[in-house]
């Protein structure tokens, strides 16, 4: 290949946006109305709920990389690494959306996201409010983290969508070491 030549490589369009949690520009895009109303059921606990969102195959990977195939196994894996805490909210503050085509041949988006996780701990001791969301609520702690979901078209599910892939990733250290001061955890649940 000569000097000027450039090597093409394909390319999708793409939805890309700075948000302030849950804003009208975040909202534009089809998909962020669906993942904004498994939110609300999901940042309430209601894991139950948040089933009609998922497929039957889906498959969720937590923040250390640990997988969980299938709806039961990826419920029973939120469900413990949200325990932890007495609430907590998502405030989405960065997306990126393309369209995608599932191994299955169902069309579909991949959300590539950034939000910031608010949270208050299950804790015997009181905690302190040192972070304060959009809405002026405060909290005892906060990280930023990344999240990668993948939804498919799908008639049958909630706005005419269903997860299939749920990706964590962010540093858990902040909330751990605040969670093993207040007796949330012991420590020794950090070293397995």
């Not at 940042?43 to 709806?71: H, L, P, W």
Request: glycine residues 8%; proline residues 6%; negative net charge.
């Amino acid at each position: 290949m000569s000097a000027n030549q450039t090597q093409t490589y394909p390319t999708v369009p793409a939805f890309r946006v700075y948000a302030k949690g849950w804003d009208s520009n975040l909202l534009a895009h089809p998909m962020m109305k669906f993942l904004q109303a498994h939110e609300v059921l999901f940042d309430t606990k209601d894991f139950v709920a948040c089933q009609a969102y998922y497929s039957t195959s889906i498959v969720y990977v937590n923040s250390s990389g640990k997988r969980f195939e299938g709806i039961d196994a990826a419920v029973a894996g939120i469900t413990a690494d949200y325990a932890p805490f007495s609430e907590f909210f998502h405030e989405p503050t960065y997306g990126t959306i393309v369209d995608t085509n599932g191994e299955d041949g169902k069309a579909g988006h991949r959300l590539m996201g950034a939000a910031k996780l608010f949270v208050n701990l299950a804790s015997p001791f009181p905690g302190e409010g040192k972070f304060a969301d959009l809405g002026g609520k405060k909290w005892e702690c906060m990280t930023e983290g990344a999240f990668i979901f993948d939804v498919v078209k799908d008639e049958e599910g909630p706005m005419g969508y269903r997860l299939t892939y749920f990706q964590v990733l962010a540093d858990p250290r902040p909330i751990l070491s605040e969670a093993v001061k207040r007796a949330v955890i012991p420590i020794e649940a950090l070293l397995l």
